[in-house]
């Protein structure tokens, strides 16, 4: 298709640059000379169109950190490409990968140059997701048993949208859902509370504690009492708590019964109740506890305690 496209311009051996066309075609350029003389040049001129270019990726997202591989699809025929990834990096060729290791979104831009020396750009977006870190609080501080224990979740840094919990006292495998739990526990030692949360995103944490609980009953029972009546360690007294019936009695070395109290309140004062109470000689006794706890379970502990004088 022939086109034409006057420009006038009357200086002497001028030089033109830059100038526009309205499409592809065949231009002619017409020279006349100070004498009127004409000359003519058929100029042939292609426009051709920006190569067009999508960006591919074989994900839009991941939990930190995360790689994405990087592509191209396009029609035209690319001499070079270059590539933008948004976190500092970046590539050349058809294709390229990128690692985030920080939350957020990212824009990806990729320039390309056609074999014809047509220029464009395209641009994608991924994002970083946040790794929630899962964390909880236990209540309160030191349990007892068959107390009420509170498990509340303080998960953060991600929107945390599931939570599976598994404790060790309870039946293998069994796993419990929901924010926060409340157990209790029949046995006192030490258990592994598990909390796995997961955020909107589907990114994954874990955290184990330890739970330890407590009696919530027992006796202390000194070694040693000195009943020598300066009003300083007189009296063989053992403590207890959450006891419910209780029994003490004490035992020469030959097994003979010097003393019993069903009163936890009551101690010993060294002295033999079958003999008008007569103090006992510095000797080493025989002790015995029979009791039952709050909760009705009976036990029996024995030990010796040494009289100074």
Request: net charge neutral; glycine share 10%; proline share 4%.
């Given at each position: ?41 058929y ?12 960006i ?37 060729g ?63 840094n991600?929107n ?65 009492f ?15 708590f ?49 009791y039952?706890?709050?909760?009705g ?13």
């Amino acid at each position: 298709m022939e086109r034409t496209k006057r420009i006038l311009n009357t200086t002497q051996n001028p030089t033109l640059k830059n100038v526009g066309v309205e499409g592809t075609g065949v231009y002619t350029v017409m020279v006349t000379d100070n004498i009127g003389c004409t000359g003519y040049q058929y100029v042939p001129v292609v426009i051709r169109a920006l190569p067009q270019v999508k960006i591919t990726s074989d994900k839009v997202g991941g939990c930190i950190p995360v790689c994405i591989n990087f592509g191209v699809e396009t029609s035209a025929n690319l001499s070079t490409t270059s590539w933008d990834f948004g976190n500092g990096n970046v590539g050349n060729g058809n294709t390229g990968m990128a690692c985030f290791t920080k939350p957020g979104n990212y824009n990806i831009s990729s320039s390309f140059v056609d074999i014809y020396g047509c220029a464009n750009k395209a641009y994608y977006s991924v994002e970083g997701y946040p790794i929630p870190t899962a964390d909880f609080n236990i209540s309160p501080v030191k349990p007892v048993i068959y107390e009420n224990v509170e498990f509340t979740d303080a998960s953060y840094n991600a929107n945390v949208t599931g939570w599976t919990w598994s404790f060790s006292h309870l039946k293998a495998n069994q796993v419990m859902f929901g924010q926060n739990q409340t157990l209790n526990y029949e046995t006192a030692g030490a258990y592994a509370a598990v909390l796995i949360v997961r955020s909107d995103k589907g990114c994954v944490d874990t955290i184990v504690k330890e739970v330890v609980i407590g009696d919530d009953f027992g006796i202390y029972v000194p070694d040693a009492f000195s009943p020598n009546g300066d009003g300083i360690n007189d009296v063989f007294q053992p403590k207890g708590f959450g006891i419910a019936k209780y029994e003490l009695m004490i035992f020469d070395r030959w097994g003979e019964k010097l003393f019993t109290s069903t009163d936890l309140a009551q101690g010993w004062d060294g002295k033999f109740t079958k003999r008008a109470n007569t103090d006992v000689k510095q000797d080493v006794y025989v002790w015995q506890i029979r009791y039952t706890n709050i909760h009705g379970k009976s036990s029996e502990v024995t030990g010796k305690v040494s009289i100074i004088k």
